[in-house]
């Protein structure tokens, strides 16, 4: 009876195992880039594609004091999975997991890092004897690339009667570096921002 009884505590104990082993795990931290320590409050949603290009939701969890997430993932017929990270005030990360990638027989360890947002803000104002002649030429030297409410680096120009602002976004703790040319002059004026966390920095540029 008790050889009985270990044989069968023997065959449950194998099928567990058999059955973790087909879960993936995918875990890591998150971590701030610009304030030091762990991304505290960020929120990861994953998501799975499926094999034929189907996207799905699967869960999402919020990061604690340490900047850790895990998942445990059933082992299927996936393509990749997507993890959406965001915190407000933050640049939001999208990292694709391929599915191949993935070791069902150990932790499959992800760590990421993210910046504080920053923008500057050009205040424009031509407050002068207007010439439709008049071109006020500004040139982005450096700054966050690749975001929705990232500015393109290069020249713009704003003719005639100007009386605007636009703001660009970038990382926390740099110098945002620009150019501007007066109208009507071949002078080049060289200045720069040093940005701070979710604060924005204001240049005023009146002729």
């Known amino acids: 009876m ?5 044989l069968l505590i023997l065959f449950f104990l194998s099928i567990s195992c058999k059955k973790e082993a087909l879960d993936f795990v995918i875990k890591g931290t998150v971590s701030d880039d610009s304030l030091g320590g762990a ?11 499926k094999a034929g290009g189907n996207q799905a939701f699967l869960e999402s969890v ?10 445990s993932i059933p082992r299927d017929k996936d393509e990749q999975f997507d993890l ?3 915190k407000d005030g933050y640049f939001s990360l999208n990292e694709t997991i ?8 150990e ?9 504080a947002k920053s923008y500057v803000t050009f205040v424009l104002l031509n407050d002068g004897a207007v010439d439709a002649q008049d071109v006020l030429k500004i040139q982005k030297l450096n700054g966050k690339q690749g ?3 990232c500015c393109d680096l290069g020249f713009e120009y704003f003719n005639g009667a100007v009386d605007e602002s636009f703001s660009c976004v970038t990382d926390a703790y740099t110098n945002y ?14 200045d720069s921002i040093y940005t701070l966390p979710f604060q924005t920095s204001v240049f005023n540029i009146t002729y």
Not at 39 to 49: H, M, P, R, S
Request: one cysteine or more; aromatic letters at 18%; hydrophobic letters at 40%.
């Open 98 to 105: 391929l599915f191949s990638s993935l070791s069902a027989s």
């Open 147 to 149: 975001c929705e409410e």
């Open 84 to 86: 959406i990270i965001e």
């Open 62 to 71: 919020t990061l604690g004091e340490n900047g850790s997430y895990s998942f």
């Open 107 to 115: 932790d499959n360890v992800y760590n990421y890092s993210t910046t």
């Open 177 to 190: 570096k620009f150019i501007y040319w007066l109208p009507g002059g071949q002078e080049a004026f060289y």
């Open 39 to 49: 991304l505290v409050g960020a929120k990861i949603d994953l998501y799975v594609t």
């Open 2 to 6: 008790k050889k009985l009884l270990l």
